[in-house]
């Protein structure tokens, strides 16, 4: 270890290149290990007042688009038992559905996120959200607006006794919204869903408490004060003052128990125009909560949801011991959640974003080991092939190979543990600059925060340390075989560059690359494309590995047009002596020039193919698709005399199998696609079940095996009352409706592939960015250590008469030939996989499609490592310059 450190401390620049390809391999792993760690599923903020959690079974598909749900029935039912436990204040079911606000027609928020927006009133307790503003809804058509709806003003005001038809500025003290708050009442004040929903609760039975502002009596008297006719309370009639009490006991209300003067009367808070699955609808407002979402009456909710897939509890007593006692009362009928369990009841379309960020991620870090790896391997190979009459000295004097290979395996050691304190640190400081980016472009969800996450900072020390010994291993077997008579050697041509492991290895990757693109056209349709992913990366393996074999033709057809020239006949010469030297400048831009082509032209291709196959599938039509809205909704489709192909997912199973399906609500019978029919065993005639996906279950007999599954349309309907359309195909004029906008099909498809092709893009940019940047590092510090191994034989010319200038030129032709000879070597390798890949795609979608060739790319990488070739050739001699010939 002593020989090791003083060898790092006095020629620290040697071990440059390991160092900077370690720091820079611990930084990107620490960041982005930092990242994932704190991009962790979150169970909605909706129920942060529930610590328990219910949710019907698992179906067992491993799909997460596959999520059983009760029926209202089986939900309410369940839901009274729970409420009946000790410790449980209030069992809650919460059926969601979609609303979307509309403003001047156009519809505003997140379409994704607006699939969750509508609850029912009563499930505001689950996230302890409390009214703002007015009351709660008592009617069909009443909504309670949350703030983030409720800050945009309403499209019309229903009365103009206010100019502001949403208030959301007036935010109540926390004593005044203890008594606004929808919550359980006690157990002998809590009644059944369908009492609460009905807006006729009895007294002493509402489900939820709301001492409404607006007068509404909770006890089933009348309300005395100022009325206001055409409202309905929870127990009679009247919109009066506020109810005297908040268990749901007390008698008529009074004027003067007004728990926040000013608040305004639901007369005055205006009506707002949502859109929904039917259709637009307009909503009178009833009063503003302080949390997200729609609030309708339980039985509206009820109404428009399909199913629940949640019961709420909220508790008194401890979280742990109710989840142990609802498990026994669920048993198989549900899954009780508790602590992080309930974070896997975050929204499917966050955890698609955080899956995609988290992809990126986890490509980053692995290409930044291999990239490691490969580096600190060519950078200890090169080292040790100019340390050879030092290593040799050590052996002379007595140093064993195992001594010799401790040595350098300590090197590495010490200068990644360096690395690594320096990288790790500077990886986990640069991760919370890169959160708002990724939540910009989709690869995170709004909101996400970068915490502190200790297991990155140690995981990727650790990590650079073994993957730098393990790039080191190589070289120091083949350093510990040194001869000691080498140190009394000296020849400017390198000694043996291929050895018999190279040749064997470079030319098994090469034939199995060749055979498996041979085999291509037999092979299924399905692996084709990756069969020819699998073949380009044998053969650049291959290439890079026989790389020395191949420079040396390569060499002398490049230089031929110069040879007659003194710096053409250098540049040869030194070319063909240093082999070694050039295939290791030429082997990193020989393999990110290709992936650069590959990737890149692979993605293009397909894109290609994409567009052409999609279109194909549908007429020269104009179609109606989403616009701003997750589908279209029902008065969308049939204002273009159309009837909707409602899109809803099925639970199918025959004997003992179960799958998960996408179906459209399409004819009058049920027909599956192949796939499916193949995995349940099922075809024409036989009968299956289908559990819908609000809950309810039927059996029917197959009709049909063929290219989808389709159901019924009225049974999508009656079930899934929520399910949108997903695009219609226009047979004349399209009619303007919210939600929906028209446009030539061909241009369609090319939005969607745009819109998939952006996150590829920022994939490619991400990986092809890292990849150059170890190139870099690759040939910068081989041309830095080469350039400054051959000082003496640049003295050597100055004083045959060759000024610094004419030096100069022959470095950095000789840097420019080994960038020049390996990209040509990757972009051939990487174009010849290309064929085969298309050829794959061709037979795949039956069409010719066009070869997409990535120049652009391929000339900003090749220039990139041109560029850092040249000034990394040139530093060590211009540094030395004034050194005396």
Request: net charge neutral; with cysteine; charged share 15%.
């Amino acid at each position: 270890m002593t020989a090791a450190w003083a060898m790092v401390r006095h020629r620290f620049a040697s071990f440059a290149g390991t160092f900077v390809a370690v720091f820079l391999g611990v930084a990107v792993v620490a960041g982005s290990a930092t990242l994932h760690l704190s991009s962790r599923p979150q169970a909605p903020a909706r129920y942060d007042q529930a610590p328990v959690l219910v949710t019907p079974p698992d179906p067992g598909t491993g799909d997460d688009r596959d999520r059983q749900s009760w029926t209202s029935a089986q939900a309410a039912a369940l839901a009274a038992r729970l409420d009946a436990l000790e410790g449980v204040t209030a069992a809650v079911p919460d059926p969601w559905f979609y609303v979307q606000r509309l403003d001047a027609g156009r519809p505003t928020g997140d379409a994704q996120a607006s699939l969750l927006d509508g609850h029912a009133w009563s499930s505001a307790a689950l996230g302890g959200y409390r009214l703002t503003s007015g009351r709660a809804p008592t009617a069909t058509g009443e909504v309670v607006i949350g703030t983030t709806a409720a800050s945009d003003t309403p499209s019309r005001p229903s009365s103009t006794k206010t100019t502001s038809a949403i208030k959301t500025d007036s935010r109540p003290s926390e004593t005044d919204r203890s008594d606004k708050a929808p919550q359980g009442t006690g157990k002998e004040s809590r009644a059944s869903t369908n009492e609460s929903t009905s807006g006729t609760g009895a007294a002493g039975k509402a489900l939820i408490t709301t001492p409404n502002t607006s007068g509404a009596p909770t006890n089933g008297s009348a309300g005395s004060g100022s009325t206001t006719t055409g409202e309905t309370g929870s127990g009679g009639p009247g919109n009066s003052g506020p109810a005297s009490n908040s268990t749901g006991n007390g008698g008529a209300g009074n004027g003067a128990s007004r728990t926040r003067a000013g608040t305004a009367t639901a007369s005055a808070m205006g009506t707002v125009v949502v859109l929904t699955s039917a259709g637009p609808e307009e909503w009178r407002v009833t009063g503003t909560v302080d949390g997200p979402g729609f609030y309708v009456t339980d039985r509206d909710a009820a109404e428009r949801a399909s199913g629940v897939q949640v019961i709420g509890l909220t508790v008194s007593g401890d979280p742990q011991r109710v989840a142990d006692a609802a498990g026994a009362v669920v048993g198989a009928e549900g899954v009780v959640r508790s602590g992080a369990e309930r974070d896997a009841l975050e929204p499917g379309s966050i955890t698609r974003i955080r899956w995609i960020g988290a992809q990126l991620l986890i490509a980053l870090v692995t290409l930044g080991a291999f990239a490691t790896v490969f580096v600190v391997s060519s950078t200890c190979a090169l080292s040790a092939a100019q340390r050879r009459r030092e290593l040799g000295l050590l052996r002379a004097v007595g140093a064993t190979p195992g001594q010799v290979q401790r040595m350098m395996y300590a090197e590495t050691a010490l200068i990644a543990l360096l690395a690594g304190l320096l990288g790790a640190p500077a990886g986990m400081a640069a991760a919370p600059l890169l959160a708002d980016p990724m939540i910009s472009t989709g690869l995170e969800p709004a909101g996400f925060t970068v915490t502190w996450q200790p297991v990155a900072l140690v995981g990727a020390i650790v990590l650079g340390l073994f993957v730098a010994l393990a790039g080191v291993t190589a070289a120091a077997r083949r350093a510990s075989r040194i001869p000691p008579l080498e140190a009394l050697r000296e020849a400017a041509a390198d000694p043996r560059a291929m050895t018999p492991a190279r040749w064997v290895v470079g030319l098994l990757c090469g034939a199995a690359g060749g055979a498996l693109l041979a085999a291509m056209p037999s092979l299924p349709l399905a692996t084709r494309s990756s069969a020819g992913m699998g073949a380009a990366m044998l053969l650049l393996s291959s290439a890079a590995l026989l790389s020395p074999v191949l420079i040396v033709p390569l060499v002398r057809v490049v230089v031929r047009p110069w040879q007659g020239t003194p710096t053409g006949m250098l540049v040869r010469e030194g070319t063909l002596t240093g082999v070694r030297r050039v295939a290791s400048t030429a082997a990193p831009v020989l393999a990110t020039v290709g992936l650069t082509v590959l990737l890149a032209g692979t993605v293009a291709t397909i894109e290609v193919a994409t567009g052409i196959d999609e279109t194909a599938r549908y007429p020269a039509a104009d179609v109606l698709v989403p616009d701003g809205t997750p589908g279209l909704s029902a008065a969308a489709v049939t204002a273009q005399g159309a009837h909707p192909e409602l899109t809803t997912r099925l639970l199918i199973t025959h004997g003992d199998r179960t799958a998960g399906r996408s179906a459209t609500g399409r004819g009058d019978a049920l027909a599956l696609d192949r796939l499916s029919a193949g995995e349940l065993g099922a075809g024409v005639g036989d009968t299956v079940t289908i559990r819908f996906v609000d809950g309810a279950e039927t059996k029917l007999p197959v009709a049909a095996v063929g290219d989808e599954t389709s159901i019924p349309r009225r049974l999508v309907r009656q079930h899934d009352p929520d399910a949108l359309t997903g695009m219609l195909v226009l047979r004349k004029p399209a009619v303007a409706v919210p939600g929906a906008r028209s446009l030539p099909i061909h241009e369609f498809v090319m939005e969607e592939i745009d819109q998939e092709g952006r996150l590829i893009d920022l994939f490619l940019v991400a990986l092809i960015g890292l990849t150059a940047g170890y190139t870099a590092i690759a040939v910068g510090n081989t041309l830095l250590m080469a350039t400054a191994a051959r000082r003496g034989e640049f003295r050597a010319l100055r004083l045959a008469g060759a000024g610094t200038g004419q030096v100069l030129r022959v470095v950095t032709a000789e840097a420019l030939l080994a960038v020049v000879i390996g990209a040509v070597l990757g972009g051939l390798v990487a174009v010849v996989s290309l064929v085969g890949v298309r050829a794959a795609v061709e037979d795949e979608i039956g069409r010719d499609i066009a070869l997409v060739l990535p120049w652009g790319a391929t000339a900003a990488v090749t220039t990139v490592c041109a560029v850092l070739a040249v000034v990394a050739s040139a530093f060590p001699l211009l540094k030395s310059r004034g050194t005396p010939a």
